[in-house]
């Protein structure tokens, strides 16, 4: 059965930096475009970053540009969303979610209606 599994969220003071891994197992990665996806408190869920399955592509919220980064290494399965300078209004449960299978696509999808595979989150709170 194809999973996600996100890891590496914690307690960060504003300022710091995280890395949000997302591990796939079942499924291989690199053939989707893969997002990840943020939901605060009494928020709804939104686009942070997105990788084309042909990593030319890479989409970020303005709220992120700058910040922020998505990459992968396929050898390892595994997206990972870098996150500097951090700021209390990045405190969210991370999601990660991949796109049906598009190998190879320059296309990048940021609605998570668009995504059919999502893992079960991991949360990230900036606070001193």
């Known amino acids: 059965q194809a999973q996600l599994a996100e890891s590496g969220g914690g307690l960060v003071q504003p300022g710091g930096s995280l890395r949000l891994s997302c591990a796939g197992s079942g499924f291989t990665l690199e053939y989707n475009t893969i997002g990840w996806f943020r939901q605060a408190p009494g928020k709804e869920r939104e686009v942070v970053a997105c990788i084309s399955s042909s990593d030319s592509t890479t989409y970020y919220a303005d709220s992120v540009k700058g910040r922020f980064t998505i990459s992968r290494d396929n050898a390892k399965n595994t997206v990972y969303l870098q996150m500097n300078s951090l700021k209390p209004e990045d405190t969210a449960v991370y999601y990660c979610?991949?796109?049906?299978?598009?190998?190879?696509?320059?296309?990048?999808?940021?609605?998570?209606?668009?995504?059919?595979?999502w893992g079960q989150g991991t949360q990230v709170t900036v606070s001193s």
């Open positions: 979610a991949a796109h049906r299978p598009t190998p190879n696509t320059n296309r990048v999808w940021v609605r998570e209606g668009e995504y059919d595979d």
